[in-house]
């Protein structure tokens, strides 16, 4: 049973199917993504404990694979108790689904380099929070997704601006920010993490990408960066999952300074959006087929690095509920280029609908590969149908 089922999920039920799995997909509207790939479908708010409970016990499913952080997070403590896998763990994705708990395991319990930061439940408190951490700062609701609710603040006069923007991009009913240390970083990676049942923890090549808002844009594989900053962020990596528990991929975001080291910075216990790039041929297995392999506990003897490679997403200028395309064959006239239209049913300004992703031989131009994704997914658009 998959709780959420967006693009992500999509292409995590696809890698199922080829495995002979039976997939209930799970939403809060109906013909989301996954559930145009998937066997059943059930449309109700995963904040709804009952309705949740209501759907478990109505499929009695194997495994229960939560795809985004909108869900009644504790109920999934009692699907474990009734012997029902929870992907990686009840006690990982309670975790990881507020900003809070995971940023205490990080740097109180585990000790590792963050960012320095502050909690506000009011307005007050984010002013004070504001002026002890010290401007510039980044503001994020605890409970969001694909940067909804997150903002740079450089001064006092944004304040308001941007409390407001935090709580209107809150998921959940968690009302709480995290004011953060703004880091002057060089770059930032997503570094996606296998656990497995029976085996070592494996790692992709590190994944490059570029935000805006928060929300990713485009990302690359492989990052070129210093070997010992790769192992730093490795070890970070395995320690923080090893505490949390379970089998899957985590997809695990890192700071990188060049003169001040790796800053750990957010974590995610399923599939990264940043690591669609993996669709593109990039390694041996995608992230997906990661996913799904360590959630069954079949065996991934390696991931190796094939190709070099680049995603840019497609996002909709315009309101539809009747979202069709234009551009699809200025993509599909490239080289080694392939086109991924998510088939989400409403289109909305901003909204992310769909993704180009690109490869190349291991020691071509990867900036030149990047400038070719994005020129390519520039010329799709989303119109009314």
Known sequence: MLLGSGELGKEFVIACKRKG????????YNNAPAMQVADEREVFSMLDGDALAAAVAKHNPDIIVPEIE??????????????IQVVPSARAVNFTMNRKAIRELAHTELGLKTANYKYAKTIEEFKAAAEEIGYPFIVKPLMSSSGHGQSKVDSPAELEAAWK???EGARGD??????????KFDYEITLLTVTQRNGETLFCGPIGHV???????????????????????????KEVTKALTG???WGVEFFISNTEGVYFSELSPRPHDTGMVTLAGTQNLSEFELHCRAVLGLPIPEIT????????VILSEIETDKPDYTGIESV???TNTYLRIFGKPVAHVGRRMGVVVCYDKIGADLNALRDKCKAAAAKVKVVKG
Do not use: W
Request: hydrophobic residues 35%.
């Open 70 to 83: 909108a869900i009644r997070t504790e109920k999934l403590y009692d699907f474990e108790k009734q012997g």
């Open 332 to 334: 599909t006239e490239n």
């Open 247 to 249: 089998a899957g991929i």
């Open 211 to 237: 935000q805006k808002g928060g929300d990713y844009r485009e990302s690359f594989q492989p990052m070129p960066m210093n070997p010992e900053h790769l192992a730093e962020a490795q070890r970070m990596a």
């Open 174 to 183: 968690i009302k709480e920010v995290i004011v953060e240390q703004f880091i």
């Open 21 to 28: 799995q039976y997939v209930i997909a799970c939403d809060s």
């Open 305 to 312: 690095q094939e190709k070099i490679g680049a995603s840019a």
């Open 165 to 167: 923007c935090a709580a």
